[in-house]
């Protein structure tokens, strides 16, 4: 996204439902990586810290 902002500059400019958008998949990507990390379990609602 900044990466089209610099391209395109204000010329394009998105809906607010776009950044929305973008922002929960974005969002959905980093809590992915920290509850694959931590193990954590949706059934027992425990964190797994062994190996």
């Not at 395109?8 to 990390?37: C, D, H, P």
Request: charged residues 10%; proline residues 0%.
């Amino acid at each position: 996204m900044l990466l089209a902002l610099l391209i395109w500059s204000e010329s394009e400019t998105m809906s607010e439902g776009f950044y929305l958008g973008a922002g929960i998949v974005v969002l959905a990507i980093f809590l992915n990586g920290y509850f694959q990390k931590n193990r954590w379990s949706f059934t027992t609602g425990f964190v797994d810290i062994g190996g």
